[in-house]
């Protein structure tokens, strides 16, 4: 294959989802959300009862790894309750599938999403929830420990803080609570501290488990060069969302409690006059391609931004790294092969130069329920068919493009693929 960029051959090939955004019938702070668009997670692509056709899937894709979320509210109905052994075992067995399909799981412990009396108790502002966690994440690692050594503790809890506290996205809506937010971040970090110890102890079958966040990492900048104000409004929000997280959960002797680093890269949000100029915080698009910028559904692209956080984090923790989230959402499936094929040649670079990548985890498997925005964005690797009650599955060419690219171990030029061409 010419052109093509050879990863070590231990590397992560993997995708992810969250149970919110797939499983269905779920309760939690979601169940009662509607968006704009009429979605909401009653159902999603009910993963819950259809999880074997998607290990199924996953095999066909040829991902050896997979990063799912355990959703809280299934397993405990109150606090320090056992955990429910029916739920469990879906669980356990969905892992005995990866497992039987050489698929190497990533569980993540909290992916944007609560029991319901956690958030009627106040959520993540309330110290209680913190050993509420602890307790929870115990009794989950006993049971797991032997079929898990990768443990996510928080997905973004940068995105999870701010959407709920200060721009008022995710339940319960509120808006600009900055102190709010620091308390949410501080009690999630140390949360983060107490349950790596926890998983720490408890082992993984005689080896030692990995246990880090995923940060999500967004550059900020303005989008005219001599705008001051948003200039002002860039390092600001870097300070909040970036400095204050990575501080709060790996500053000091905070460090210690992680073995590596998840990064969930999307790309660079500009403003202009204090407007984001991406499609996440409403811009329009049309206007956006326009004034030039390259973006998907979501964020403007940036993907030489992955090879120069990376090379930093690398510098900053000494952490092993993992991509545990990259994806675009796009109905152009060529934007998306392109996209994917300019972020994993940033990464090779990182790779080559000496930074210790270990994964890739493509958001996501399937198109599914992107939380405020209901279905409208599709980021799966399988199209899910949302008219159709059985829900199909379908193979993207995305997919096909990145099953090449899993089977080969190696990112390969679009050109290379039979299929990307097509
Ligand atoms: C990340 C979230 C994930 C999904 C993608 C598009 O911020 O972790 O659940 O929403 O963005």
Same mark, same amino acid.
């Given at each position: 294959m010419a052109g093509a960029l050879k990863f070590p051959d231990n590397f992560l090939w993997g995708t992810a989802t969250s149970p919110t955004q797939v499983e269905g019938? *779920?309760? !939690?702070e979601w169940t009662e959300y509607v968006a704009p668009d009429g979605g909401h997670c009653r159902l999603a692509c009910n993963h819950y009862h259809r999880y074997a056709e998607d290990v199924a899937w996953m095999a066909q894709l040829g991902v050896n790894a997979y990063r799912l979320g355990i959703e809280w509210s299934r397993l405990q109905a109150a606090p320090f309750a056992p955990l429910n052994r029916q739920e469990l075992e879906r669980y356990v067995d969905l892992l005995d599938r990866l497992k039987a399909a050489g698929i190497t799981p990533m569980v993540v412990l909290h992916h944007f999403s609560n029991p319901l009396w956690i958030t +009627?108790?106040? =959520?993540?502002? !309330? /110290?209680a929830t913190v050993p509420a %966690? *602890? #307790?929870y994440v115990t009794k989950l690692v006993t049971a797991l420990k032997e079929r898990v050594g990768l443990w996510n503790t928080f997905n973004e809890p940068d995105t999870y803080a701010s959407l709920t506290?200060?721009? =008022?996205g995710f339940p319960p809506f509120r808006k600009w609570r900055l102190l709010s937010y620091r308390k949410t971040i501080q009690h999630m970090a140390e949360a983060h501290v107490r349950v790596g110890e926890v998983i720490r102890r408890a082992g993984h079958g005689g080896r030692t488990p990995e246990i880090g966040i995923a940060k999500n990492w967004t550059f900020f900048g303005p989008f005219e060069r001599h705008a001051l104000w948003d200039h002002l409004l860039a390092a600001i929000s870097h300070h909040a969302f970036n400095g204050y997280v990575l501080d709060a959960f790996l500053g000091g002797p905070r460090r210690a409690a992680s073995t590596f680093l998840g990064v969930n890269y999307y790309g660079l949000a500009r403003f202009k006059n204090f407007e984001p100029? *991406? /499609? &996440? =915080?409403?811009?329009?698009?049309?206007?956006l391609a326009r004034l030039g910028v390259v973006c998907d559904d979501m964020f403007e692209r940036h993907p030489g931004g992955l090879g120069i956080i990376l090379k930093n984090f690398h510098r900053r923790y000494g952490l092993p790294l993992y991509i545990t989230e990259h994806g675009a959402a796009s109905s152009d499936e060529d934007f998306r092969i392109r996209d994917l094929t300019e972020h994993l040649r940033e990464l090779h670079g990182a790779v080559k130069g000496g930074v210790d990548v270990r994964g890739f985890f493509y958001w996501s498997l399937l198109d599914n329920f992107e939380w405020q925005f209901?279905? +409208?964005?599709? %980021? =799966?690797?399988? &199209?899910? #068919? %949302?008219? #159709?009650e059985k829900l199909p599955r379908k193979m993207t060419r995305v997919g096909e493009f990145y099953r090449g690219i899993c089977r080969a171990g190696a990112a390969v030029a679009p050109q290379d693929s039979s299929v990307a061409s097509r």
């Open positions: 019938h *779920v309760a !939690n +009627s108790a106040g =959520g993540w502002l !309330n /110290p %966690f *602890v #307790d506290y200060l721009l =008022g100029m *991406v /499609p &996440a =915080g409403g811009a329009c698009r049309k206007r209901g279905y +409208s964005k599709k %980021f =799966g690797l399988l &199209a899910v #068919d %949302f008219t #159709d």
